[in-house]
């Protein structure tokens, strides 16, 4: 069956560096645009950025734009999210999310993983 | 940028009642809207996609409809199971709107 796991959340330090993993499973991983979508503690869904299915077109929120790096390796079926210059309000549980559809996909989220914890805090 | 509004915020209902959740958008997105329901703890779950098409293992009491920048959710007869947090989201820039909070009266 399809699933995804996160892994590499934890507690970080204002301004330090921090790498989520995705990995995949069940599925042709290299044929589906993946995404990454975070909750804030008590809040609502805030998408993060996407990739495509090939890895060559990715796109940010405003957000995390110029400080998050998505990126995949589908030779390993694994997602990433790079997460640079980080700030108390990126606290949130990370979801990767498989697109709907193949390819160029369809814009939703047809699969989730179960979250990884970041909390930025000193 | 398009806007999603949900409304109401919170909706208590019993089992048993007809549930109608709303969700608005700042300009139109002809049909491109889906709807996500999350339990406490869980990752969120598509329901319905491209505004009226139930998802895989979605039960019937769930339809939704709705085009342009006006949608709706209907839960046609709450079971327990279906008190949980209810988002929608548009593609176009894959922005979510704020929730609606399905609770037991």
């Known amino acids: 069956q399809v699933q995804l796991v996160e892994s590499g959340g934890g507690v970080v330090q204002p301004g330090r560096s921090l790498r989520l993993s995705c990995a995949a499973s069940?599925?042709?991983?290299?044929?589906?645009?993946i995404h990454w979508v975070r909750q804030a503690p008590g809040k609502g869904l805030e998408w993060v950025a996407v990739i495509s299915y090939d890895g060559n077109n990715q796109y940010y929120a405003d957000s995390v734009k110029g400080r998050f790096t998505i990126s995949r390796d589908n030779s390993k079926n694994k997602l990433y999210l790079q997460m640079h210059s980080l700030r108390a309000d990126d606290t949130a549980v990370y979801y990767c999310?498989?697109?709907?559809?193949?390819?160029?996909?369809?814009?939703?989220?047809?699969?989730w993983g179960q979250g990884t914890l970041v909390t930025v805090s000193s | 940028e398009i806007v999603l509004t949900q409304s109401p915020a919170t909706l208590s209902l019993s089992p048993g009642e007809r549930a109608t959740l709303s969700c608005r958008a700042s300009q139109s997105i002809n049909n491109y809207l889906a709807w996500y329901q999350q339990k406490p703890g869980q990752a969120p779950r598509l329901l319905i996609y491209?505004?009226?098409n139930r998802a895989t293992g979605i039960p019937a009491r769930f339809s939704g409809s709705g085009s342009g920048t006006d949608f709706t959710l209907t839960i046609s007869s709450l079971e327990p199971e279906d008190f949980a947090l209810y988002y929608c989201?548009?593609?176009?820039?894959?922005?979510f709107g704020q929730g609606t909070r399905l609770e037991i009266k």
């Open positions: 999310a498989r697109d709907f559809d193949v390819y160029d996909g369809s814009g939703y989220f047809g699969k």
């Open positions: 491209d505004a009226s």
């Open positions: 069940g599925f042709t991983f290299s044929a589906y645009a």
């Open positions: 989201q548009q593609r176009s820039n894959w922005l």
